[in-house]
Structure formats: C-alpha cells, structure tokens
C-alpha cells in the first residue's frame, strides 16, 4: 500500500479524483466546456448585488449548489458611494489571489508536496483619470497589479516557487486578466 | 431654484458631489492615485478566503471602512472542491457586472435621468482543456464573457443604451477584462 492509498487528500486536495478527472475530460473533451453565470441588480447609487448559484459543466447543469452565493459591491464615500460592499475592482483582487492559491494547493498535491502555509497580499495600481474622463492617455483600469506569495510546506524553496509559478501558468484568471478576453455588452430598454 | 437644488441625488448618486470630486481631481490629478487592496489565506484544498479593507486615495490611506469584506471561494465537487464559495472566475462575473451597472447609474444620474430598473446576467464560456493542460490551444481563461443589461428609466432607449454604452466606456473592469493589464506574481518561501 503507497502513501497515496493512506492519504489521497494532501492538502485537502483529493489527488486520485483530481487525476481521474483530468483522464475523464482527457477521453471526453466536452466535458471540459463550462458555463459560469451571474446575474446583478442596482440597488440605487453605486451599489448593486450578484447572485451566483448556476453553471454548467462535465455535460450537465450542476445541482450542488443548494442556495445562491450573494456578493454586494459599492464604492465608498470618496468615490461617491455609501461603501455597502467592496468595489468592483477589488473583487479582481480576490479572484486573481484566490484562483492562483486553488493552483498552488492543487499541483503541490499532484506533485507529493505537503503544504503548511499559503498566504498571499495583491495590490492595484489605478489611476482614476482614466475613468473620470480627465485624461485620455491614461487607461481606466489597473496600471499594474502585483500578488505577493508566502508559501510553506515540505519541500525546498526553489520546489515551492515552482509551484507558484506552474500555478500562474495554468490560472484562469491570470490569462483573462493579463491577456483580456472578448466581453460583449447588450441591452434591452422595454 | 433648480431641479438639482431639490434632488440633487437622482438615482441615489449625489450629482453635485459627483461633479466636485471630478473638479477636485481636475485642479489636483494626484487625487486620482488609487491603490486597492486584498488579502488571502488558504485554508485547505481549493477554499481560500479574502479580506478587503484598506485601500488609498485621494491623497491619504482611507479610514472609512470600520472592518473587512470577506470572500470565501473555492471549486465545486465537479471541480474536486467542497463548493465553500463561488469559484475565482465566477467573481469575474460579478466584478464587470457591477462596475458596468455603477457607471449605468452615475452617468445617468450626470444626464438627468431617473433610472427604475438596471439589471443584468453575465455568462462566461470557459474550456478546462486549458487549465487542465490538455491542450496547448486552449487558453486557460475565458473564451468569452457576456452582459444582458436591462435598463428602464424616464428616457428614450437610444438614450439608455448609449448610457450603458458610455458605462462600457469608461469602465475600469471591461478595460482589464478586455485589454488585460501587468499582473506581477512573486513568492517568498521562508
């Protein structure tokens, strides 16, 4: 019996359905197409909601989800908001850290290392010129955003930055935010 | 005395404020230096959570927000996680749709327009081959991103939809979303 059949879940990750999965996707493709939704209502001023609870995946709608996740999203008072929630742009902030610390726990796992530590600071740079349309050079979104990674566990630290940045490589979130994707935009006014 | 001297807060977004924090920024572009910021700890398998609090602007660290947002995410079990939160990619969704229905709001309130309803669903098509690294084609982030918008208000629909037109275009999420910006990732590993 190999180490992996007493402890399949390294770092909480279960490394034997994590590789059936990617054999499973690897015979079928389709299943790797998935749909992610959310759906926003104003709530007056710069303040508005998301529901996320629906997606489609693995050929299916998915079922687990039980209730909706509800996230607000506002700007604080200098920015002429009443601060109800974060801002759009800092939700950026948690989805680049948290997509690429998914990576860093998930091949740390498919690699035998064990992790005691994963913690990450990420800032942005924006300068709001762009957006209050004072100045046409500069951009409207982030200058520049930077994640700072500290990551421990039983391997040697040329081991841990190299997950880190097999993590970067694969993240799904780093590629839409460093290489842009096609975001269309309609609208119905009844 | 004027309409806006009655209600100066048409959609909830005080437009007078609006106008002298732009003026503000005009007279002193250092203003519009912002940094936003977030935190993230791993806690096991594909679940993280983020805290959001401090950010500068305007000149001075803001002291406005008396604690942090919290965000949890994580993968669902079709995705070998526990479903503790919305997925990083999923926050993506939410990012654009409300920054989009921020700009709805305050623009319209800055063209006199009293809004009754914005709303808006957002899809995002991904294929896993990408992050799974199944295929080299594949990118590992979004193929594409869209937004419904649904608006009604007291004015005519060319009028809103080149509202949420001019949102589109001077929205700091769409421009990362769609022109990508510099994302910098280092690690410590003590």
Redesign the interface.
């Known amino acids: 019996m190999t180490e992996t059949d007493l402890r399949p879940?390294r770092?909480?990750?279960?490394v034997p359905?994590?590789f059936a999965?990617?054999d499973a996707?690897?015979a079928t493709?389709e299943l790797?197409?998935?749909?992610?939704?959310?759906?926003?209502?104003?709530l007056?001023?710069?303040?508005?909601r998301?529901t996320?609870q629906g997606?489609s995946?693995?050929g299916q709608e998915?079922t687990?989800?039980t209730g909706p996740?509800v996230?607000d999203?506002d700007?604080?008072?200098?920015?002429?908001?009443e601060?109800n929630?974060?801002?759009?742009?800092?939700?950026?902030?948690?989805?680049?850290?948290?997509?690429?610390?998914?990576g860093?726990?998930?091949i740390a796992a498919a690699r035998g290392i064990t992790?005691t530590?994963?913690?990450?600071?990420?800032?942005?740079?924006?300068?709001?010129?762009?957006?209050?349309?004072?100045?046409d050079r500069v951009?409207?979104?982030?200058?520049?955003?930077?994640?700072?990674?500290?990551?421990?566990g039983d391997a040697s630290?040329d081991e841990?930055?190299a997950v880190?940045?097999q993590s970067?490589r694969?993240?799904?979130?780093?590629?839409?935010?460093?290489?842009?994707?096609?975001?269309?935009?309609?609208?119905?006014?009844?």
């Open positions: 879940a770092n909480g990750v279960d359905t994590l999965t990617r996707v690897a493709p790797a197409q998935f749909q992610f939704r959310a759906r926003n209502t104003w007056g001023g710069t303040h508005s998301s996320i997606f995946g693995a998915d687990s989800r996740f996230f999203a700007h604080p008072a200098v920015l002429v908001g601060g929630g974060a801002t759009p742009v800092e939700f950026l902030l948690h989805a680049i850290a948290a997509c690429l610390t998914t860093v726990a998930t992790l530590r994963v913690e990450s600071t990420v800032e942005g740079d924006i300068d709001l010129l762009g957006v209050l349309g004072l100045a951009r409207n979104g982030y200058r520049q955003i930077r994640v700072g990674f500290v990551v421990e630290p841990l930055a880190v940045e970067r694969r993240s799904a979130v780093y590629d839409v935010l460093t290489n842009g994707t096609d975001v269309v935009v309609d609208v119905a006014t009844p």
